[in-house]
């Protein structure tokens, strides 16, 4: 099994930054995909960004440009740094995985996800 636990959320006002921490342990896997969504109440769970062992990385276009993924394999643990935060952004950030490089942006091909940690950005 794999446990992921995500951390690094909290409130911001307009325009500034946080970056989240997705902190893998358990089995771990050589080829993997570490995905980033989002969940607001009464909606589904979208899709932000994904990155790949073999080095593949994707964002949903809202995003582009403020939002880079990273990863340090020492400590098991991929990144999401948000930039240029807008109230839109508010949400629960869950990070999912799957052991596969073969990244997806559909919330069910991804095996393990962690407990959300809530992102809130004030206007």
């Known amino acids: 099994q794999v446990q992921l636990v995500e951390s690094g959320g909290g409130l911001v006002q307009a325009g500034g930054s946080l970056r989240l921490s997705c902190a893998a342990s358990?089995?771990?896997?050589?080829?993997?995909?570490m995905a980033w969504f989002r969940q607001v109440p009464g909606k589904e769970r979208e899709f932000v960004a994904f990155m790949s062992s073999g080095g593949t990385v994707y964002y949903e276009d809202s995003v582009k440009g403020r939002f880079a993924c990273s990863e340090d394999n020492v400590k098991n643990t991929v990144y999401l740094q948000m930039n240029s935060l807008k109230p839109e952004d508010t949400a629960v950030y869950y990070c999912g995985a799957r052991p596969t490089p073969w990244c997806d942006s559909r919330p069910a091909a991804y095996n393990y996800w962690g407990q959300g940690t809530q992102v809130t950005v004030s206007s």
């Open positions: 358990g089995r771990t896997f050589s080829n993997y995909c």
